[in-house]
């Protein structure tokens, strides 16, 4: 029923979509009922699509439709964009110029400046960026050891000190009592 | 109903405002009228809140177009759970869905708190009254207003987003929404010990649960977020260090780094003002996510339309960090801690480390978050801080994070001896080294995931030796079959064995993220009857064959189905189909136009091992020749798995009952009997 009432909609005469689609190596291909809702039409897939070389080129640069994502992740996830299928295409002609992964990262930096990399570069002021997070862990984690070290060999001497005091009379307690009491000083230290 | 809902909102910012004020002004101390004149009011703020809310409800289901919010994310065709998640689904609407839960938990908490907390809890309506003041204020205020109206009535809405309907999208955003909003809760309660000086641990036990419960929605939320990036976004992953995906995480970090240090409060009166602290930032980072979602100060692909509501979140979060921190200022010598740390070599030193790994992993995401602003400040320059920066600062302290999640619970409270740390760790140890060698006997070459799934192994074997020493601790002791005992033993302690229950839950996501790194992918364009072979991590050789692309009509959209039969290592295994969806609306001469780009449905059959992933992108020349991105994802079902792991630990560790505090049990009245302790003390290192 539902592929019934499609067919009334907006039916384009001039196309006649097959009864059934040919199957492979058997030639044309049949046409969408209406490809008006299919999508962007596609080119097909190149070799150089599923480049590995490509690929991971492609994962470090940003498409620059604004969506924030890579151009591999965008033009294979937002097939709507337009632009992430020429950054490929640009891609790929620059490897065709005998360019390597780094040598086209650099063409795409000077050509379209340092946003264009998912990542910053790990030199001058972006040091920061990578190094900060790490470094305040451990010297954070660096000053917390030496307090709990200072604090804990301070109690320790202190203890000592009270050590050499003369004891109050010790308060005695029943075998059932220790018992009880060690009972409750495990379950503490659960 | 936008009169009504108007009037409601209103309501709403006047009661919460008198509320607040005669909170804050302290003339409830000995006058019980007053005090419950605050604690109506916040019942009254409430009941405005949701007066509100079912006048937006009725709008939209009534379709009243000229509502511009109705007009706005909403059409006559879209099926009417969406209608439902409509609400939520835009700036104004959310504003509202914040206002009424917050109003809502604010009441709850009025309610439900014993009566021997009463003194903390005209403070505690103060902060939850003027928190939801402002939310409403910014409706009201900032050109927010899901009341506004347009000056014509359009025959039909413009629609819901084709993102946003997926059922994910009517959770995952209450989801979030409710683990955000409740962190209002705690806040409030540490706020009111603060204004109060009743700093001992009474504030800990009235707002515990209440964590608890924001922890958990946070958590679900966060799950349920990656749910719906996996299959609505299509791009074949679940998290991309989006910044709005960061928002949401640094709450649940500095959530988690207070859940495990409140412990060390409890059970032995230490870092009062840590703890203070880190209720304080949770609540601050989770208007922080709020201002990151709503300025577009940062770009983001969930950011909702740019607009001035950010800058109002941004004085809001300048104003409560200066009030809370000073306020902290000043009762900074109250909060003494009531003993010393004994040694390094203890629980409360690993749980120390675990806070720190836990803010250090916020700062740095937050860090990365803001350095793209930091950077062009500083250099002019505009840079992009995306997955492989978070990936290489990151998966150093994850990791770290995942090794302590096996080491604190195997440390002993106060000081731990040599002995015992032998006792405690072999095993562990053991499991771990032994998982490490059978992976790299099988071929695991790559350091991070060897690494992950080798300290998977040692927190197993942690998490297994405390189950299995307590039940067999039960059998000895109570004579009980294992299965009985293991059944109590959880009971009687909810709070520790659904915490470790929880860290089984977290190292399935380590597991289950690691697996990431070893997934396929590729791209074909296949006429009907073509086929193409991917090899899977687990050395399957899948066979996809494109069948053919059927159109046809759904309820608001016209679907273009593409067909792909599965094969694993030469049998027949099924077909899968992935979509091109043109969702529309009618015009005003009645007739269907296309409404939003065309979307993409992706197709996946998900398996213990692997995810098979198929995506149509799209037909060559509008034939049924389709270009189809094929991915095999390794080890993804088990994030979900690990979602109702991490629940489940979750709900048996906030679950009423099960065994008194430690600390409740450290001020109950003494048991009238003296003892030399050091007899004692000896008696339990043996």
């Known amino acids: 029923m539902r592929r019934r009432a499609f067919l009334s909609f907006q039916q384009d005469t001039t196309r006649q979509a097959p009864v059934a689609s040919p199957r492979a190596g058997q030639g044309d291909v049949g046409t969408l009922f209406n490809p008006d809702v299919a999508g962007r039409p596609r080119a097909p897939t190149v070799e150089g699509d599923n480049d590995a070389l490509v690929r991971n080129t492609e994962l470090k640069l940003q498409c620059t439709c604004g969506c924030t994502l890579d151009i591999f992740t965008c ?50 002021f972006n040091i920061a960026g990578y190094v900060v997070p790490g470094a305040a862990i451990l010297i954070v984690g660096g000053i917390v050891a030496w307090v709990i070290r200072r604090r804990v060999r301070r109690s320790a001497e202190d203890a000592a000190e009270q050590a050499l005091a003369p004891l109050p009379p010790a308060a005695t307690g029943t075998d059932a009592e220790l018992e009880r009491l060690n009972r409750e000083l495990a379950e503490m230290e659960k | 109903m936008t009169l009504l809902g108007n009037f409601a909102l209103w309501a709403a910012l006047l009661f919460g405002i008198w509320g607040a004020a005669l909170a804050f002004s302290n003339r409830w101390h000995g006058r019980p009228e007053v005090a419950l004149s605050i604690t109506r009011s ?16 009725k709008g939209i289901i009534a379709h009243d177009f000229n509502m511009e919010y109705v007009w706005a994310y909403t059409s006559r065709n879209l099926p009417s759970g969406y209608l439902f998640s409509a609400f939520w689904a835009g700036q104004k609407g959310s504003l509202l869905f914040w206002a009424v839960v917050l109003s809502l938990f604010a009441a709850l908490a009025q309610a439900m708190t014993p009566r021997r907390y009463a003194p ?40 819901l987003n084709p993102q946003l309907q997926n059922p994910g999208m009517m959770i995952h955003p209450p989801m979030l929404y409710l ?34 419960v924001s922890w958990l929605f946070l958590s679900i939320g966060i799950t349920l977020g990656m749910w719906w990036a996996y299959v609505e976004l299509g791009w074949g992953g679940y998290w991309a260090w989006d910044p709005v995906e960061n928002a949401s995480l640094l709450p649940w970090l500095t959530m988690t780094a207070f859940l495990h240090s409140v412990m060390i409060q409890e059970k032995r009166g230490m870092l009062k003002r ?63 801690a009531d003993v010393e740390l004994e040694s390094m070599v203890s629980r409360e030193a690993a749980f120390l480390f675990n806070n720190l790994l836990f803010v250090g992993i916020a700062f740095s995401v937050l ?51 040599v002995n015992n740390l032998r006792r405690q760790f072999a095993f562990p140890v053991g499991s771990g080294l032994f998982v490490g060698a059978v992976l790299a006997a099988l071929g695991v070459r790559e350091l991070a995931p060897l690494m992950t799934w080798g300290l998977a192994g040692f927190v197993t074997g942690t998490i297994a030796q405390e189950f299995w020493r307590g039940t067999r601790a039960r059998v000895r002791m109570h004579a009980e079959s294992a299965p009985v005992a293991l059944g109590r033993l959880i009971a009687r302690n909810r709070r520790r064995y659904g915490g470790y229950i929880v860290h089984l839950g977290m190292l399935v996501y380590f597991v289950a993220f690691a697996g990431m790194a070893f997934k396929v992918q590729r791209e074909a364009t296949l006429k009907p009857g073509e086929s193409v072979e991917l090899k899977s991590p687990f050395g399957h050789t899948y066979t996809f064959t494109h069948v053919g692309i059927s159109q046809f009509k759904e309820l608001n959209r016209y679907v273009s189905a593409a067909t792909v039969e599965v094969a694993v290592d030469g049998k027949p295994d099924g077909r899968i189909v992935s979509e091109k969806r043109q969702h529309f609306t009618v015009n005003e001469l ?97």
């Open chain 1, 75 to 124: 033009r294979t996830t937002d097939f709507t964009c337009t632009y992430s299928p020429a950054l490929h295409r640009e891609v790929v002609a620059l490897f065709a110029e005998g360019k390597t992964s780094e040598q086209v990262i650099a063409a795409f930096v000077d050509k379209y400046g340092e946003k264009i990399l998912m990542a910053p570069k790990p030199e001058g």
């Open chain 2, 274 to 336: 840590w703890n203070l602290s880190l209720v304080v930032g949770t609540f601050l980072l989770s208007i922080f996510g709020t201002f990151i979602t709503r300025s577009g100060v940062i770009a983001s692909v969930h950011s909702f339309t740019q607009s001035n509501v950010g800058y109002y979140f941004l004085a809001f979060l300048f104003l409560i960090a200066v009030a809370s921190y000073t306020l902290l200022y000043t009762r900074w010598p109250l909060l003494e």
């Open chain 2, 179 to 212: 683990g955000y909003i409740s962190i209002t809760i705690p806040f409030a309660f540490a706020m009111a010990a603060l204004l109060s000086r009743k700093l001992d641990t009474g504030w800990i036990h009235a707002m515990r649960r209440w964590m608890l």
């Open chain 2, 120 to 159: 903390l809890m005209p403070y505690v309506a103060g902060v939850t009254s003027a928190v939801t003041v402002f939310f409403v204020a910014v409706m009201l205020f900032s050109g927010a207003n899901p009341f506004e109206r347009l000056p014509f009535t359009p025959v039909d809405g413009r629609g």
């Open chain 2, 590 to 686: 009645g007739t269907e136009e296309a409404s939003f780009e065309p979307s993409t449905e992706v197709g996946i059959r998900s398996g213990l091992r692997e995810d098979i992933y198929i995506v149509f992108a799209g037909a060559v020349n509008g034939t049924e020749e389709a270009v189809y991105r094929f991915n095999i994802n390794p080890l993804v079902w088990w994030v979900w798995a690990a979602g109702f792991i991490l629940t489940f630990g979750g709900l048996i560790t906030m679950w009423p009952g099960g065994g008194t505090p430690a600390a409740s049990r450290r001020s109950a009245p003494q048991a009238g009997y003296g003892v030399e302790l050091a007899t004692a003390r000896a008696g339990t290192e043996q």
């Open chain 2, 367 to 417: 860090w990365g978050t803001l350095f793209p602003i930091l950077s062009e400040a500083v250099r002019g320059t505009k840079i992009t801080v995306g997955p492989p920066f978070f990936n290489k600062v990151n998966v150093p302290l994850g990791l770290l994070l995942l090794a302590l999640t096996g080491i604190g619970p195997l440390i002993a409270w106060r000081k731990a001896s």
């Open chain 2, 42 to 57: 916040v019942y009254a703020v409430f009941a405005a809140c949701v007066v509100a809310s079912v006048a937006l409800w």
